[in-house]
């Protein structure tokens, strides 16, 4: 048993009520400071409680996974439905400044800003990542985070790139209110996260300080990045969907594309909100501190903050 | 001292991380359990202790009234922007079929769905109302709650009203599926909460079981009105803002009104966002359960689930 599943294993315990004696399971890697209450547990009593912990454990490991797998479903259905939209029938891609250019923009803030971002932001969720080093976990939550980043700047240069080549006024809208606003504090909590918790010299206290306006604000951002893509879509569609002689129908008579468009928003709803309920269940966050038998390891090495 | 004094005192100084030799404070009403531990601690050291808790403590609910004042003050704001913006720039008020009885629709909205349901459902965190008895602000989040589903029907009834009178077909639009899909979970999260946490007959561990969906849903109907109103914000100001001849601007020209309706889009995000806030800080959460040291009584006198 390595030291990692113990923590892991004793971690878990903790977090579904387990009773201080059931630590015992663990003596031979930590101290037993609980002797006297697990002496007053007869045998039987100590074995019922640890089979209950160990079931409430499992069930809470299953229902994590259950949410994870519905949140990447439907971060997958996000991602293609939106590609479908914009190949099928928004006529494609290029970057000529045409409409052409402008679809990369929705398929690049949904992929990038919503289903990179939120799969980003539940990594250290995954019970698999409960290791003693965080470091690996960490640095891939910052690529991660980095390529969503990246994947909305470019989607905001194409929607920019096309309106200058047009002559569309750029940010006027709520929608692009809304989007800027999202997309420079993504930036600028991308880059505190990196100086707060990834740099050697930033001291722990600061990092214990705004973990949680971190994590808040990561939040946030996701509730920011739902109303952009939820208003975009919205505007895009009256846009697109005017109808005409020639028999195309308008967006008030629901052609193929306009029930595309609305599935595909409410498919973003529905990524957004597993995300949250993930984000906001405690039961499924990473520990907080690594146990106090287990000594402090410098950064680079192994650390928790 | 009363024991709901007491017992809010021992509730906050567990919730700030406060020894449980600090308990000893309150050994009039509570049997002092934890004496073998609070034996070792020095006089001097557990005067400073009590002294460290108390200030921690003091600075918890500061921080709480700061966030909560915060968040009154943007839905006040947000319930201004949308009146004036609906009387002074579309006509003000009418219940006639007309453009004028539409105009209910984003004030009844604003106010209900999102500000009065805001407020309604951070009612449980203010520590005022964090007594022994949870009945009257059951009562009344019951009630804020019914008040703003009713302020949202009646604006659902305007929108639906104007387009039947005018002939523009219902419900096609994106912000119209995510508007009609929150009031529908809004009405169900309503009738099910009563059923659930205010009728007698409820069994406590439905409650129980039901408490943190009941929690959640709560914060994503938050989200869902969000990006219901800052999509129906959008689309309004495309559909009036479209400038002609007579010298009236267009949305893209950013006249007076489209700064004022980008302004309540944005004091609705940054509404939502702290309620948000408020809903996801465990330090701010009412206690899950009375003391053990309290004796349980039934529903409709004190009950705490």
Redesign the interface.
């Known amino acids: 048993m390595t030291s990692a599943t113990v923590l892991n294993l004793k971690e878990q315990m903790h977090r579904v009520g387990a009773s201080t004696a059931d630590y015992s399971l663990t003596s031979d890697l930590f101290p037993l400071r609980h002797f006297n209450t697990a002496q007053r547990e007869t045998g039987t009593a100590l074995h019922g409680k640890r089979e209950r912990a160990s079931v409430s454990r499992m069930m809470s490991i299953t229902r994590f996974y259950i949410w994870y797998f519905l949140s990447m479903g439907l971060g997958l259905a996000c991602v293609v439905c939106v590609c479908l939209w914009n190949s099928q029938w928004r006529g494609g891609f290029a970057w000529d400044g045409s409409s052409l250019q402008f679809n990369w923009h929705p398929v690049l803030m949904v992929t990038g800003m919503l289903v990179l971002y939120g799969n980003g932001a539940v990594l250290y969720r995954v019970p698999l990542t409960w290791g003693e080093n965080k470091l690996p976990w960490k640095l891939l939550h910052a690529a991660l985070m980095l390529l969503a980043l990246m994947l909305s700047v470019i989607g905001l240069c194409a929607v920019f790139g096309n309106h200058n080549a047009s002559n569309?006024?750029n940010l006027?809208?709520?929608?692009s209110?809304?989007g800027i606003?999202t997309a420079i504090l993504f930036a600028t909590q991308w880059a505190a996260g990196v100086a707060v918790f990834l740099l050697p010299c930033s001291p722990g206290s600061l990092r214990k300080l705004l973990k949680?306006q971190h994590v808040?604000m990561g939040?946030?951002l996701l509730?920011?990045g739902?109303?952009a893509c939820?208003?975009g879509?919205?505007?895009k569609?009256?846009f697109v969907l005017k109808g005409n002689t020639n028999g195309s129908l308008s967006?008030?008579?629901?052609p193929a594309e306009?029930l595309l468009?609305?599935s595909l928003?409410?498919l973003i709803?529905a990524f957004?909100?597993v995300v949250?309920?993930i984000l906001?269940?405690?039961e499924w966050q990473r520990p907080e501190n690594q146990p106090e038998d287990v000594p402090y390891t410098p950064l680079l090495q192994e650390e928790n903050q």
Chains 1, 2 share one sequence.
């Open positions: 569309i006024p006027y809208s709520l929608h209110w809304i606003i949680p808040w939040g946030s509730t920011l739902i109303a939820i208003s879509i919205n505007e569609l009256f967006y008030s008579q629901l306009a468009g609305n928003g409410v709803i957004g909100l949250l309920k906001s269940n405690h």
